[in-house]
């Protein structure tokens, strides 16, 4: 159990409203990150963070914004939901497994959004 | 090209046997990392086990092994004595420049379904 808790865990909302889902770690992990699972795509990261303030974009960024504030939170927020990004989302940390580095991603349990 | 590529959409295996579900990667940098990851129905993703490039022995753990053939650049996984808990969603992984700092990329395949069968 890497620490991490998503909220909310499930949202339904209206295209064009603006949501933001909240990643919450509690072991100070330096680098966390916000993916999308879609079926037949696998896990597509949109953006991650390797500090506070300091972030970057995935390979899905567009229409999506993150920011971290504080070590322990890493928030998304859609700007304006469309039905493109109905998803689960998933957060992760990285954690040192057997290497020098934190090579490996532990996964929160997942926000299912539904945008209508 | 695919960097991940997982063939086998969904495979059944009798509880108690041995099951081996099919990963291949492609990448030119020498020093990576290869991730295996479960995904049962529930949803949540549970990292299983990890090999690294420049690792001698194959990783085990517990149950879960990783079949590392490095010239043939597959990594599969093989879960021994299935259990009816092991029906699930299998993701393979691979992160480049695995000794390096900083962020490198995780590229995930697509996953193979396993349903064990009592």
């Known amino acids: 159990d890497a620490g991490i808790t998503q909220s909310p865990r499930h949202k339904v909302t209206e295209t064009g409203t603006p949501v933001t889902l909240r990643c919450h770690q509690t072991e100070n992990h330096r680098y966390m990150y916000w993916y999308r699972q879609d079926p037949g795509h696998g896990l597509r990261l949109i953006h991650y963070?390797?500090?506070?303030?300091?972030?970057d974009k995935g390979e899905v960024s567009d229409g999506y914004s993150v920011s971290r504030s504080k070590t322990e939170d890493f928030l998304l927020t859609l700007e304006s939901a469309t039905s493109s990004q109905t998803s689960v989302y998933f957060c992760?940390?990285?954690?040192?497994?057997?290497?020098?580095?934190?090579?490996?991603?532990?996964f929160g349990p997942g926000t299912r959004l539904l945008v209508l | 090209a695919q960097k991940i590529t997982q063939t086998q959409p969904g495979m059944f295996v009798q509880e108690k046997e041995a099951v081996t579900l099919d990963c291949t990667y492609d990448t030119s940098d020498p020093s990576y990392g290869l991730f295996w990851y479960k995904q049962p129905s529930s949803g949540e993703m549970i990292f299983l086990i990890y090999q690294g490039s420049y690792d001698q022995q194959n990783a085990t753990e517990g149950r879960y092994s990783l079949n590392f053939q490095k010239a043939r650049k597959s990594a599969n996984l093989v879960i021994s004595a299935s259990q009816l808990g092991d029906s699930a969603m299998y993701f393979c992984?691979?992160?480049?420049?695995?000794?390096?700092?900083?962020?490198?990329?995780?590229?995930f395949g697509t996953g193979t379904k396993l349903q064990v069968i009592p």
């Open positions: 992984a691979m992160r480049e420049g695995v000794y390096s700092g900083g962020y490198q990329k995780v590229t």
């Open positions: 963070s390797y500090g506070v303030k300091d972030t």
């Open positions: 992760a940390i990285s954690e040192r497994t057997s290497g020098f580095i934190e090579e490996t991603q532990y």
